[in-house]
């Protein structure tokens, strides 16, 4: 295991410290907890977005902590969904009398947790909603399951509800357009090496040296298929095949082309470029692309392509302005 | 109640490798991890703290296991020893209808927590299973590890539909669901207590 | 070689074609070239600004185009420097009368390439002035060798030169700004493994499994010494050592943290956790802090750390507002 | 001229490997592809257009590296053959005395370039020795392979100051500089026209 840490057990502890020490003016960590918080958390009268979720992801979710994104980040143990009294103190710190709003990642473990918290908030009197994203096309869709997986589509989500809730709109509302972003997202990875979780020290699954595997989730959670590697135009196609065909895309979309954390930014762009042919030829107009590490699992190779429908809502949402450090608009 | 939970304990701890091992083809290899670091600090607690009745004892494990476990199993675990303490709570004594009405509200609670019903292949078979011995009465120790030993074993031969290992779909025939194994020790920490009090 | 790709002897065409399909309203290509231009230069009576070198280590170069910092990025074949003819499209392109500055990173190839671009802009009467930035503080200065390597500090004069254009400063005043930085900036970086050039299709070194090099190259050129790996705040503090022992950085600095390429995120804020608490002990104050991929080398694992020293002027153009995909502010 | 050219790019494309693993120890290992891509397409070049004199031949060599080979040898070698084609300008006939000075200004071009002098291993080592035997008159082509050879072979003993492989220091001894070894082939080119012409 090669890793840049001092102590495993503590990679998440001293991630948190060194990101509130990046962004002072952005951000805080809430004294006692792995939660980090805007810096002028809560606001009053503004709904409070949280998410979070295991660590592992980054940027995702502390670095879209900022104004015009979320009010706070949750961050649990490495691909461990954090446990409800963390995300009890999230929303504490944010609620500004106006509600508290969860994103949450469609994972058993997570919707366990955020939910108990959700409970505890209500308890105390503090309003909450959640939205459940579940954007990964490579899960069958069924009511009988566990059900699809929250991956980089999330992302969308965050920046979308979060332009929302700092227009002083309403929970309901907030609710409102996350769902529409929800039902309008869908994603789909793939991987061509593992990744290694800091305290098991060993990678969680293996992959041979032609291989990648299509499919994949974000924890190393199984695929569609796996198989020889292809060129990146197939690769490409094959992710990009699967997510239209979920949904009717139709009109203009976001496209967001993600590193899953160690693969060259050069190769995203390889992988944009078919893309962007693909929906040109289906006569689907792009209406802005984001290309980077925005969902990765830790120093997994690989990449996921995912899209989001627009209207005119969304868009005006998108464009809003950020302060999160990793989702500059 | 406190021994209960010390022999639980003990359990985990010596089963951590297996119940992570458990977890490795069909889920993310944490359980065993997850689990022990929620027991341990169960112990931890309890040994440092007085506590005036059962329904204390309970709402204190219920509680460190959700702060500390983590993942799907600790609001699960969680749920369950939540439950048991509402249900218990103002009991001086717990009798064996009381403890069976306890057992059956935590399965209630991790049911519905978890969306799960029997056959999911996941710990709910094996709660199952120990309710459905404690209502039909008779109860002896040995009877207790044996149902929870067969329903554990009888997660091997499910289909996940729940939780993480639900993404192994067809692939997950064939392993023990982790958390039937988890709870499986909890059980069994309960029957060697059992047996010494007799 | 496990990399998305389609044929490893086009990634930089196809990685070009990929970028500016992303971002439409931010840049154009040079037709018939691998030069990407802001879209809408050349922007009469602004100092045009032009970067570049091999390809590799994106989002350097061309990530860095958009307004307020680079006017045109010259991507060359990976770790390859670009040739004079498509520097000197690259200054044609961006040429709106006010000059041409050229910021160059230390290496033969570069310099040699860039400086015959600019021999040909000057015969066909276009001003040019140039930088060569070497802040990597790994290797010796001596006038005698052919000096210091450019790495990751040169994000900094993109900025910082980018900004001074777009305020309508003269060439020589940009050149001045441009020179501050460089006398003020200083790297350096270390790597856990190796990186594999498309083409090569082999790693040019190895590294054991338990081995790092501190003070490596951007291309995988020797560092100081190579080593067993050490802790991240053993790294941190020898990095950061260094840098601090070659300049004098009282007062104010800007920080970046910088990965490779295959570097998780979590471990850059590990090491910006280090690198604060040591700038905090030597009294040293940090006005801005910069933790991602910001020059990378392919999918190599490793940081750099960079410092650069600021003052009133540099701080404003730190600040002030840029348009590049890779660099928002 | 155009002979000098062909008979070059043959052989750096059988030497594409060989140069490419001088630039390994001490370089990036792009020698060999460097030169072989900037060769190739003179070889083309020449091959397709007509030329009006030696120095437009020259000058479309010299921008055809320029604009081909890339990383540090392609404008080194561009500006050789540059300033050959700026001194040989507006001759018909290329004489030894011509061609002695043809060769002085480049070397005197490339040095200016690459900011070298003779010792720091690089290709100038190789011209500057070619440089002195044409000056001095007497020329054979056995004499001018043999003069090349030893220039380059000279560079294996030398530390490199100038170039990539200057940061390898100390350790870049006792290995022959790639540009040399590709500079020799252009003269043990040059020899064979000369055989061939006599
Ligand atoms: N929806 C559910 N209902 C009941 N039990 C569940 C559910 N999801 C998961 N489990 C139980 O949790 C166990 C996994 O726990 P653990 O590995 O600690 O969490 P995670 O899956 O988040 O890594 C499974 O073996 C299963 O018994
Ligand atoms: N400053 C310089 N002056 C003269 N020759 C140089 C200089 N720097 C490099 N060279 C020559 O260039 C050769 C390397 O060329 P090449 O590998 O194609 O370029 P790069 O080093 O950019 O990869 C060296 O072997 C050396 O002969
Ligand atoms: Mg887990
Ligand atoms: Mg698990
Ligand atoms: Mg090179
Ligand atoms: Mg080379």
Redesign the pocket.
């Known amino acids: 295991m090669k890793k840049i840490i001092n102590d495993p057990n503590q990679v998440v502890q001293d991630m948190v410290d060194g990101l509130v020490a990046a962004f002072p003016k952005t951000m805080k960590k809430v004294e006692g907890t792995l939660v980090i918080a805007r810096s002028d958390a809560p606001v009053s009268n503004k709904v409070g977005l949280v998410s979070g979720g295991g660590s592992g992801h980054e940027p995702a979710h502390a670095g879209y902590v900022g104004k015009g994104m979320l009010d706070a980040a949750v961050c649990g143990e490495v691909?461990?969904?954090p446990t409800p009294d963390q995300v009890f103190e999230a929303i504490k710190a944010v609620d500004g009398g106006a509600g508290v709003f969860l994103v949450i990642k469609n994972?058993?473990?997570d919707v366990?947790n955020f939910e108990m918290a959700a409970e505890l908030a209500e308890a105390e009197g503090i309003q909450v909603e959640k939205v459940v994203v579940n954007d990964d096309v490579a899960v069958e869709d069924s009511s009988f399951t566990?059900g699809r997986r929250g991956i980089a589509g999330t992302v969308f989500v965050h920046k979308i509800a979060g332009a929302k809730a700092e227009s002083g709109a309403s929970l309901e509302e907030v609710k409102a357009v996350a769902e529409k972003v929800v039902g309008n997202v869908r994603s789909m990875g793939m991987a061509l090496t593992p990744c290694i979780v800091p305290a098991a020290g060993e990678p969680s699954f293996k992959l041979d040296n032609d291989e990648m595997e299509i499919g994949i989730g974000i924890h190393g959670e199984p695929g569609i298929n796996r198989t020889q590697i292809d060129s990146a135009d197939a690769i490409a196609t094959a992710l990009t095949e699967k997510v239209l065909e979920d949904h009717d895309f139709s009109g203009e979309v976001a496209v967001m082309i993600n590193g899953l954390g160690a693969t060259p930014e050069m190769e995203l762009f390889i992988v944009n470029k078919k893309v962007q042919e693909i929906l040109a030829d289906k006569g689907i107009s792009v209406y802005k692309t984001f290309v980077g590490e925005y969902m990765t699992s830790l120093e997994m190779a690989g990449c996921s392509v995912s899209l989001l429908k627009l209207d005119d809502e969304l868009k005006e949402l998108l464009d809003a302005e950020s302060g999160a450090p990793a989702f500059r608009m | 109640m406190i021994e209960w939970f010390n022999k639980a304990n003990e359990k985990i701890q010596e089963n951590k490798a297996y119940l992570t091992s458990?977890?490795q083809p069909?889920?993310?290899?944490?359980?065993g991890i997850?689990?022990a670091r929620g027991f341990q600090e169960v112990a931890g607690k309890l040994s440092e703290n007085d506590y005036t009745d059962i329904s204390a004892i309970l709402k204190e494990v219920a509680m460190t296991l959700l702060a500390k476990?983590?993942?799907?199993?600790?609001p699960?675990y969680g749920t369950v020893f939540l439950k048991m303490s509402m249900t218990l709570k103002g009991r001086d004594v717990v009798d064996g209808t009381a403890f069976t009405k306890g057992l059956e509200d935590a399965l209630a609670g991790?049911?519905q927590?978890?969306?799960?019903e029997t056959g999911?292949?996941?710990?709910?078979d094996v709660w199952q299973a120990v309710v459905e011995y404690f209502q039909a009465g008779n109860i002896t120790a040995d009877g207790l590890v044996e149902v929870a030993a067969r329903a554990k074993e009888r997660t091997k031969d499910m289909v996940a539909t729940?939780?993480?290992?639900a993404y192994f779909k067809e692939k997950s025939k064939g392993h023990i669901?982790?958390?039937?194994?988890?709870?499986y020790l909890v059980f069994e920490a309960l029957a060697d207590v059992m047996k010494e009090k007799h």
């Open positions: 691909f461990t969904s994972y058993t473990g366990l566990t | 458990l977890d069909i889920g993310d290899g944490d359980h997850n689990m476990v983590g993942g799907a199993s600790g699960l991790v049911k927590r978890g969306k799960a999911e292949k996941t710990l709910v729940k939780g993480r290992a669901d982790p958390g039937s194994a988890s709870s």
